[in-house]
């Protein structure tokens, strides 16, 4: 019998009607590859025929990438006590390289699995964690480099091209499928995404499939400067136990309106328990940063942390099924200083963290000594790392300074390293760039880090507009997607100013989607301007209906329509 | 008397307190030139101490761009009944090459003057209209090319430059001032913005100060590539009339935020006396689409426009103060059938009426065959074309294509006649673009335009995003700015949906000034990058107030602040 408290269980069994309602005029597809259990969904656009003098025309489905999860297909039940299906059990078991531990390897995972004042927040239906087999390499590039096509890979590669094949093959997308010629600035993105394209992007590094065994539910997505450009969300709970369900609600609403990639940023006493919640609900990659968590448990002195506590603490992270970790390694001892005439020194909170280690001990960077200990330990669940940019500007003053650039030179380093243990790895990015130095973050990350994803943070093009800096990095981002970078991780109009609300979570979400989406256009993504080009149509006939569940956000566009233009009538026009 | 009604009276008299109050922490100054009535307007914003240890350092104060006319000014007496203190009719009289009229010289202008049912509404203190003495040139761009150096060409060099040259003799202004190298993408831009340097770029055409003779209550500015981006704005009432002092409040209300220029697009029965009072009252310069108006008088039919009526809306315009006209003269009969294969067709309001007119005479356009004709009116006022773009695509698909190319074209075909008319021109651009097509579209235009300032709507880079138009065009405004476009038409999220109201307004301005100054920044105007330090140094400091008050939106940034964080404490951390 689960230990949760009734009240706990009725708020978190269900997640509001408002953020799994499925989406106007759209049904869940699933489009089925080389195997049955291969199943990617996709979400199909249903449109009105165009009224012709006499007759009508019809205009064929759209269909869009969804990341959504099973919580916008009206087929599957959710229960928030019971977590998401698994998608990719079967072709992990199937391997035979991983085996079911008996429980946590880690101490905290182990004392926190004891503690039986947290049975009330405990997530019910724990796994017994999976690590590699001693001996064993499981990570995705490893299998790439060794010329296996994973169902992971194919995954991702039918999922990329929504249907584009099938569009090609019927000639009623015909005019939908015209498309500027991109400007790929050395992007190499075939006419066709295959899944033998995808396994030699992985192994060459130049993309990655964030996919920790132990996160079975995960439906696989890839981040690679030849794919889609994706964008990343945070999430992060305040110390209070009752913000469970509201950080797997923000999951939930971050998931609906296109968030690829989920940053857990929470902090307080109840971490690892939230950690499990969300981990267990979610179809997205998780992302942490463990040196927060391992703050916490030396009570937020700096110059407390060990090595020792940091490795338990990626452990217990890894066997929950983290997908990636932001990991500082690039903060050296003798960058600090190179600090020191910055405007507004270092902002990265991973970052300040390293550098009070480095200076209180007078020693170098444990997580860049340790950092082949760190490799194995990735190995072992297939975490991937985000090599974080500690250093980043924290202003436009200080972008691409000697600092900044020195580290970004030593995560292509520890790129190599990863590497040769056929770790998967991201570089994180700024930050606070002017429009125009914005290329070069790209191009020299693509040098020193040997092509690896680019993973930025806006950036940002201007710091005058607080409560505006979704905007003020929408534009960065826009162009730093163009330029190569992979992913970008969003950034909410609260942005400097307080803690993001709903609202503002679907207003980064949105403005980021705009970004990627108009960078996948620049690079000339095959099939990127579809949608776009239904839109258009519909709007130049009228199709009120169709331009708005044809729009990232079609309840607000059908709300603005109707503030000024209410009736029935104007939407069929 | 006056013959307006009292209620009318009473609320008009005053705009509401939200939009006239001063900022926080600022205070209006002005800046005077080699003569006392040249007062350029500016904002000072006044700044906290920086803490330190014991003692304290003083942060000296940041002098901001204005726009927002005397509204902002705590020592005027706004009177909407009287209108706006003259700027400029001293220098105007003193140069002696006009002349004051009797009374309106278009026929309906004189019509609308001495209808009684119109008294209601009519503006009180309507002055007698002035045109340029037979056979004289009144325009800025005569002057500049005698080599003279008019009192409005003073004010510009002074305003553009913020009180730089104070800030570079001033030693606590050291750190502020630096600033990365721009990449100006062929602009020239001094060190130091003269008279002299405006003279000769206004000679050159590569800049335009619009400001007609019949608007002396316009604060002087300059728009061109080697300046300021500058941001223009749109109203428009619908057709009621209780809507003119809606109207004259939302011109304030643009003037607030950031609006440089303003375009008058109102419809409706009493367009004629709405503009007067907009005029009357506008420290901006007034655009206007003077078809749009035209096509009322013939109530709606296009075909039924004929030169002699457009003619005489031009000077009856022209002598109510509009400071540019956007004139379609580059949608020329052959260019019609380009656009039968696009995706959606004709969606510039102005083109479409211009292209039925012309296949329904099968005609060549009456605004290309008038054109010198034109010319010769705009010149007895200064008037500065807005040339039109027509055959703007309305979405990615038709963009840069054949006819919107052609077009632009004839624009620079139009842009040499205006010029040996002494003529100021500004020149259209689109419209909705893919990222990568954005540069093309500027380079082109100064090829083909001879660097005459270019003028664009956005451009949006995706269509897939209705109700967030400001943001998709705001990327593509950053990065067309970036490249050279001297002024950026804004988007609101209202945008293909409806009527903005004041808070789309807001959300548009702020979207395109963050545009405006990524651009300056990217371009490396001097002094851009001084209130982004000064904001970070704020933020760094945690000096809260000072973040909100040298932000684009102070009231919002300190709102979002507050909503989490909400202790007058964490303000003056």
């Not at 391997?95 to 004392?111: C, F, I």
């Not at 500027?180 to 992007?201: C, K, M, S, W, Y």
């Not at 270092?346 to 950092?371: D, P």
């Not at 000339?524 to 956000?553: I, M, T």
Request: net charge negative.
């Amino acid at each position: 019998m689960s230990a949760i408290p009734q009240d706990f269980v009725r708020k978190t069994a269900q997640v509001s009607e408002a953020i799994t309602r499925p989406f106007p005029g759209s049904r869940k597809i699933h489009v089925t590859g080389s195997r049955p259990d291969i199943r990617v969904p996709m979400r199909e656009i249903t449109l009105a025929p165009t009224r012709m003098g006499t007759g009508s025309e019809d205009n064929p489905a759209i269909t869009v990438y969804d990341t959504s999860g099973p919580y916008s297909d009206p087929e599957v039940k959710i229960d928030l006590l019971q977590g998401l299906p698994s998608v990719r059990g079967a072709w992990i078991e199937e391997r035979g390289d991983t085996e079911a531990l008996s429980g946590p390897s880690s101490r905290y995972g182990q004392a926190r699995a004891e503690d039986p004042e947290l049975a009330h927040l405990r997530f019910a239906h724990i796994r017994a964690p999976r690590r590699a087999r001693p001996g064993r390499n499981i990570t995705q590039m490893h299998y790439a480099r060794r010329g296996i096509i994973t169902p992971e890979m194919e995954f991702v590669a039918i999922r990329e091209n929504c249907r584009l094949q099938e569009m090609r093959e019927d000639p009623r997308y015909a005019a939908l499928l015209r498309q500027h010629p991109g400007q790929p600035l050395g992007a190499n993105i075939p006419d066709l995404i295959t899944p033998e394209f995808v396994r030699d992007e992985v192994a060459a590094g130049r993309a990655v499939i964030p996919a920790n065994i132990n996160h079975p539910e995960l439906e696989p997505m890839i981040i690679g400067r030849n794919f889609r450009v994706k964008i990343n969300t945070n999430i992060g709970n305040s110390s209070l136990t009752s913000s469970i369900e509201e950080e797997v609600e923000k999951l939930v609403w971050s998931c609906r309106w296109g968030g690829d990639t989920l940053m857990d940023l929470s902090t307080g006493k109840h971490i690892h328990e939230t950690r499990e919640w969300v981990l267990r609900n979610s179809p997205v990659p998780i992302g942490t940063v463990p040196i927060y968590q391992a703050l916490e448990k030396v009570d937020g002195k700096a110059e407390a942390l060990t090595w020792e506590l940091f490795r338990d603490t990626l452990i217990e992270q890894a066997e929950q099924g983290v997908d990636y970790f932001t990991i500082h390694a690039g903060v050296l001892l003798r960058y600090v200083p190179l600090t020191a005439d910055r405007l507004t020194g270092i902002v990265s909170r991973g970052g300040s963290i390293m550098a009070k280690w480095c200076l209180a001990h007078h020693q170098e960077n444990f997580l860049y000594t340790h950092f082949r200990e760190i490799c194995e330990i990735m190995q072992a669940y297939d975490v991937a790392f985000s090599l974080g940019d500690g250093l980043r500007p924290g202003s436009l003053a200080d972008a691409n300074d000697a600092a900044q650039f020195a580290e970004l030179e030593t995560l292509g380093e520890l790129t190599k390293v990863a590497w040769e243990h056929d770790v998967q790895v991201m570089i994180e990015g700024p930050g606070h760039v002017p429009l125009h130095k914005v290329k070069e973050n790209v191009d020299k990350e693509l040098v020193d880090c040997f092509e690896a994803p680019f993973y930025t943070l806006g950036p940002l093009v201007t710091d005058i507009a607080p409560a505006y800096d979704h905007i003020t990095s929408g534009i960065g981002a826009a162009n730093i997607g163009w330029y190569g970078t992979a992913m970008l991780c969003y950034v909410t109009p609260k942005e400097h100013l307080g803690l993001p609300n709903k609202a503002d979570v679907r207003d980064g979400i949105i403005t980021y989607r705009i970004a990627a989406h108009a960078a996948d256009l620049a690079k000339g993504f095959p099939g990127a301007q579809v949608r776009d080009n239904a839109l258009s149509k519909a709007r130049f006939e009228f199709r009120w209906e169709d331009q708005f569940n044809l729009s990232l956000d079609p309840e607000r566009a059908r709300d603005f329509h109707d503030e000024t233009l209410p009736k029935e009538a104007h939407k069929v026009a």
